[in-house]
């Protein structure tokens, strides 16, 4: 069974970085598309950043300029750099990889932005 293994997380100030891993155990590229997502306390959980097997990306306008989704294959990882951190990006990060029909989920990583 797929297993995503997220680390990362933690408490930075505002104007911070972070850097989230997700670490899956099996190739990367054996799924359709890897993606992180967030879920603040009492918010449905959205779309962060996707990047496809081919490479593609994509993020939430909120997120635009300012976190990047990133890979590397020989370490099954995906990344999310996450720069200039504002408060409102507080939320669990989960990693997601999708073989069609199917999500796997990782347990997610607590991020906090507070000064």
């Known amino acids: 069974q797929v297993q995503l293994v997220e680390s990362g997380g933690g408490l930075v100030q505002p104007g911070g970085s972070l850097r989230l891993s997700c670490v899956a155990s099996e190739s990367i590229f054996s799924f359709n598309n890897m993606g992180w997502y967030r879920q603040a306390p009492g918010n449905q959980r959205e779309l962060v950043a996707v990047?496809?097997?081919?490479?593609?990306?994509n993020y939430a306008d909120s997120v635009k300029g300012r976190f990047t989704i990133s890979r590397d294959s020989a370490k099954n990882t995906v990344y999310l750099q996450m720069n200039y951190l504002k408060p409102e990006d507080t939320a669990v990060y989960y990693c997601?990889?999708?073989?069609?029909?199917?999500?796997?989920w990782g347990q997610g990583t607590q991020v906090t932005v507070s000064s």
């Open positions: 990047i496809t097997s081919g490479g593609g990306t």
């Open positions: 997601r990889a999708r073989r069609y029909p199917n999500d796997i």
